[in-house]
């Protein structure tokens, strides 16, 4: 899934985006570094967008989460010289216009959530429930072994394949 957010798919990124907020994949990184809730939270947005503005740079030479992490280290490590220096970064925002980009924001990410769901509708049965049991219900990989009656393995397995083809479906999707 990084591989086809890297080489462009929206769609991709999204999605990878959104399994990096939900399951909060940057914390380890950032809480090595920042105590404070708050600036912690602060530094995850700040790594979101530092990824969307870096994925193209993604080669896969090594493992998504270890990109992740130095991208989260960097950020990290930011706010503390921010914070270290004194230098604070205010800005006056027209509530007006904050209010047209957070409805723009939101209309794209329903759109954005809409499509990805149709493509997962569109997996094959086999793959079809494990990526919507995992990705849209979020179940742990354990319950959906429960669930299911499945191996561990095979949910791994199976979810590694869904998640492909979602990629794939989604890439077209983009492409048409």
Request: with cysteine; charged share 25%; hydrophobic share 40%.
């Amino acid at each position: 899934m990084a591989l086809s957010a890297a080489s462009g798919s929206p769609y991709a990124l999204h999605l990878l985006l959104t399994l990096i907020a939900e399951h909060n994949l940057a914390v380890p990184a950032i809480s090595r570094y920042l105590s404070s809730p708050t600036t912690r939270e602060d530094v995850q947005q700040e790594v979101m967008i530092a990824v969307t503005r870096s994925i193209h740079r993604y080669r896969g030479d090594s493992k998504f989460r270890t990109w992740l992490f130095s991208i989260a280290r960097n950020c990290a490590i930011a706010e503390l010289r921010r914070s270290r220096s004194g230098v604070g970064q205010t800005a006056e925002f027209n509530d007006e216009l904050d209010g047209e980009l957070e409805a723009e924001r939101f209309s794209s990410r329903a759109v954005s959530r809409h499509l990805i769901e149709n493509a997962v509708l569109g997996l094959p049965a086999i793959f079809r429930d494990i990526v919507y049991l995992r990705d849209i219900e979020h179940l742990s990989y354990e319950e959906i072994a429960g669930r299911k009656g499945l191996a561990l393995n095979t949910v791994r397995s199976r979810l590694s394949r869904g998640r492909a083809l979602l990629s794939a479906q989604l890439a077209e999707v983009r492409g048409a």
